[in-house]
């Protein structure tokens, strides 16, 4: 091989130097700061005064103004029938997430109507709730529904229990449990004389009422005054006499009537006989 050196070729004097490293820019630092710095402030006011996006993120005692609202629309819906409010359901088996345990409240407005009128009956109600409740009624494989959307996660459905038994629901869903002051859902008997009045007439022992309430839309409360009244079967015909303006149902194991401002209903169908006084909105 030649030895000699080609022109203009150098070999090398040592090791190569790395090439220098450049640092961020100091302006591309600042701007990254200032971007934090802006997404903890946003996320900050998000969490304390966005409204909630699933329910999950309301307690269960958040959701119960919503619920009681909701029944007292449900009760003026329901025009001049004979409905009665029933005692809140507190579900405390559900599971929020999978490791998390949950909590759900569900209020019942159970109303009675003639056989065959259970449809018009969930039409009438949807058609007088709030606009924004979004209710409609839906023909399904079970029968008539009626679904609406209250507001705060908190659903409301309809449907029918038992011909000419319309049953509406107001349910909070699962939800994160803390304490609910129950007391405010079933305060204690006040008294109630129309209530006192079918009893006797009745000839029924009874044992002590519960009362529950919901707030009227333009203020006030109705209210359910109930009591088992002995077991059934039971002769209902003592009430007739009290039913001045004619019976609202009359069939042999359920008989309502109108007595002042509340409506009577004595209901046989189950193992107690169940008779309750409603005042509504």
């Not at 640092?23 to 946003?42: D, E, K, S």
């Amino acid at each position: 091989m030649s030895g000699a050196v080609q022109a203009g070729w150098a070999p090398p004097s040592g090791p190569s130097e790395p090439a220098p490293t450049r640092g961020w820019p100091r302006w591309l630092l600042a701007v990254t700061v200032l971007w934090a710095v802006l997404l903890g402030a946003l996320t900050w006011w998000s969490v304390r005064h966005d409204p909630p996006t699933v329910r999950e993120q309301r307690t269960l005692a958040e959701a119960v103004p919503v619920v009681d609202r909701a029944v007292g629309r449900l009760v003026a819906a329901t025009g001049d029938g004979a409905w009665q409010l029933a005692a809140p359901r507190f579900d405390r088996g559900c599971r929020v997430t999978p490791m998390d345990d949950g909590a759900s409240l569900a209020r019942d407005l159970d109303v009675v109507v003639a056989e065959g009128g259970e449809r018009t009956l969930l039409e009438a109600v949807a058609g007088r709730l709030p606009a924004d409740w979004r209710a409609g009624v839906h023909l399904g494989s079970d029968g008539p529904r009626l679904r609406a959307d209250a507001g705060e996660f908190v659903a409301v459905h309809g449907r029918v229990v038992t011909p000419g038994r319309v049953r509406l629901t107001v349910d909070t869903g699962c939800r994160r449990p803390d304490d609910v002051a129950s007391a405010t859902l079933l305060p204690g008997y006040a008294g109630e004389p129309a209530l006192d009045e079918a009893l006797r007439a009745l000839g029924r022992p009874a044992g002590t009422p519960e009362q529950v309430v919901a707030p009227c839309p333009g203020g006030g409360l109705a209210r359910t005054a109930w009591v088992a009244a002995g077991s059934a079967p039971a002769p209902l015909a003592g009430l007739k006499p009290l039913a001045a303006g004619g019976a609202v149902v009359d069939t042999p194991e359920v008989y309502a009537y109108r007595r002042g401002t509340a409506v009577v209903l004595a209901d046989a169908t189950g193992e107690q006989v169940r008779v309750s006084a409603s005042t509504g909105c």
